[in-house]
């Protein structure tokens, strides 16, 4: 069983760098979900990593970096994916760039694409690559195809028996995981929404960001944007306005569904309709909707702006018909 340290005990971070050099995977507290961390230029870790989460190995990870000089090390910029790194570093924004010929992360962790995932984490998680002093390829810590976690407790019922260290940071503060954005010749793609709103970036880009992904040939752009992903184990209903007896209801806006009495369960994302508090909340609320041995899981519709974009993508595929 993992050992779960906090983050606020002054021996954790030798203790999670050791492991590192070790070339283990360890999870780790991140702004927007628990990452499962190891060093991206160590071919053995990286493959530790795909190993505990059952991932395929054709979808390339996020290198986590502790500053722009370090991404610029692996990854070429353009002066617009500068722009975007020191408006939203660190923060929840991954950028896609050109790899370097001379660049040091391992091939199996961006399952040779010509291209890489790159971000600067905030808080605990950039402090821990700044000491190890190399990038760190992180993944969301839960199994392939599952709910992304947001408390150190979710990574340990989910990974606790695969992985030995737990670096508890206590809940995430975003909840979903971070907007993907490819820059190529001075477009913006839109990879996955998350945890920065698309309209910020607009702003600061002065253009439009493009949507849906773009398809070049058979190369897997995103394989985050399969459908049935981060999928609870109940069958999930979208944009539902009634309850059906025993159904786990989550609900937004502190609306209330006709026939909540007939519910297992009724939680609400934001009852005051805050969308940043919806996504915080999101991940766990259908963890706790799977455990409440309802019928199914219902879920009100949910606006699509700023943070409901991504709450929207979560949660269409988690109603994505499964194999
Ligand atoms: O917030 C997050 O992004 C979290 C935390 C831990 O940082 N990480 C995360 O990683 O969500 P993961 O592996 O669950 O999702 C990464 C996504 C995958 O869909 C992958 O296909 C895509 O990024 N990706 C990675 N490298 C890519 C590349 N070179 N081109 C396009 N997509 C890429
Ligand atoms: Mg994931």
Redesign the pocket.
């Known amino acids: 069983m993992a050992r779960t340290l906090p983050i606020s005990d002054p021996e954790t971070l030798a203790i999670a760098i050791e492991a590192l050099r070790r070339g283990e995977a360890i999870a780790v507290a991140t702004e927007t ?1 628990y990452g499962l961390a190891a060093d991206a230029t160590n071919p053995d870790a990286v493959t530790a990593i795909y190993e505990a989460k059952g991932r395929p190995r054709f979808n390339p990870l996020i290198a986590h970096v502790a500053d722009i000089e370090m991404a610029k090390a692996h990854v070429d910029f353009s002066p617009l994916a500068e722009r975007l790194a020191e408006a939203f570093w660190p923060g929840p924004l991954t950028l896609v760039l050109p790899l370097k010929p001379s660049a040091k992360i391992h091939p199996l962790a961006t399952a040779g694409l010509e291209t890489a995932a790159v971000r600067m984490p905030q808080g605990f998680a950039r402090d821990l690559i700044a000491a190890f002093g190399r990038p760190l390829a992180a ?2 810590a ?1 199994r392939s195809g599952r709910v ?1 976690p947001t408390t150190a407790k979710h990574v340990a019922d989910d990974l606790g028996e695969r992985i030995k260290l737990i670096l508890d940071g206590g809940p995430c503060r975003v909840g979903v ?1 971070s907007t993907i954005l490819a820059v190529m010749d001075g477009v913006l793609h839109l990879l996955r929404p998350g945890g920065v709103p698309v309209e910020a970036i607009e702003d600061i880009a002065g253009m439009t960001v493009k949507r849906p992904v773009p398809q070049s040939g058979d190369a897997v752009i995103a394989p ?1 944007m399969l459908a049935s ?2 999928a609870p184990e109940s069958a999930l209903r979208l944009n539902a306005s009634t309850v059906r007896p025993g159904e786990a209801i989550i609900r937004f806006g502190g609306k209330r569904l006709a026939g909540e009495a007939e519910a297992r369960v009724v939680m609400d994302l934001s009852p005051s309709g805050d969308l940043n508090e919806a996504a915080a909340n999101l991940f766990d609320f259908l963890k706790r909707a799977d455990a409440a041995g309802a019928t199914g899981i219902a879920v009100a519709p949910v606006p699509m702006h700023g943070l409901g974009e991504a709450i929207n993508d979560r949660l269409s595929r988690a109603a994505a018909p499964r194999d």
Do not use: A, D
Request: no cysteine; net charge negative.
């Open positions: 979900v993944p969301s839960n992304s995981e985050g992903h981060y």
